[in-house]
């Protein structure tokens, strides 16, 4: 087995060596080569997970822009409520009841609601 | 007002748009930066995390408590981002294709302030932000922020083996950049 053929694996195997076969894994045992390349995919894996918990400073104003958006989409939101109270009455009987023959209605009544949406908001 | 963030999405749930409004306070600077990480730049970041909030408060009835929030709010973002990418890049008649060569047009990393830099974390914030878009969407999803292939796919509109295989460019790519001295002994060798 060449270091050429075991390469294409370390990628994955960075998560762990299951991604390599026997024969791939008996060739990092013995080739240092190889076992530098997965210690470098390792190690930038390593930094990946730690940038989750890094928080970016976000611009300035964007809070308050997503916040009126919303506080928008609302309004919008209420009104549609007003205009069709019925129907989404109705619809909040069919999800509480939960039944799963009723599914298929709901996502039936949901897609008609983001027409309505759409309309609205346009 | 409850600052749980599971008590806060039912209660946003049930209608209570102050339990909304403090969700997104909580959680806006989190999402801005996988926006930037995904956009790589701080306009399109802002708009994508505008359009996140946006979809998350429309949609909300549709998440269900057996997920993290943080979770359902990421794959939003990384939907949102992938949209706003594919019609700046249409925009543009850009390709930001996977086909796009690995050796691209643009400038290096500066190797000098690579020789300088020794810390990794700094040279592969750099790196991911090279990388082509359509590969670093996959990286940056996969290996920060830990969503499933499955998801990655789903949010992106790709198969989850078209997935597999932008992980494993972007892997090998960011590899290359960060620890170039294994490929040019092997260049040498040729
Ligand atoms: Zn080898």
Redesign the interface.
Known sequence: MRCDQVAEKL??A?EGTFALGRRERRHVESCL?CQ??LV??R???R??????T??????PG??A???A???E??ER?AIRSLLTGRRVAYLGGLAAAGAAGAAGAIVIAARNRSKA?IRLAS | MPTDVAELVAAAKEGDRSAFDELVRQTYAETYTLAYRLTGNEEDARDVAQDAYLRAFRGLNRFRGDAQFSTWLYRITANCAATFMGKRARNRHEALDEDTPLEDERPEVDPERRAHSLDLRDQLGAAISELPPKLRAVVVLRDIYDLPHEDIAAELGISVAAAKVRLHRARHKLRSTLFPEIDEVEARAV
């Open positions: 990628p994955e960075s080569r530098a390349e470098q995919y190690k930038i894996l930094a990946m997970r730690a940038m989750r890094e928080v970016l400073e976000a611009s964007l809070l822009d997503i916040l958006n919303i506080e989409a609302g939101h949406r």
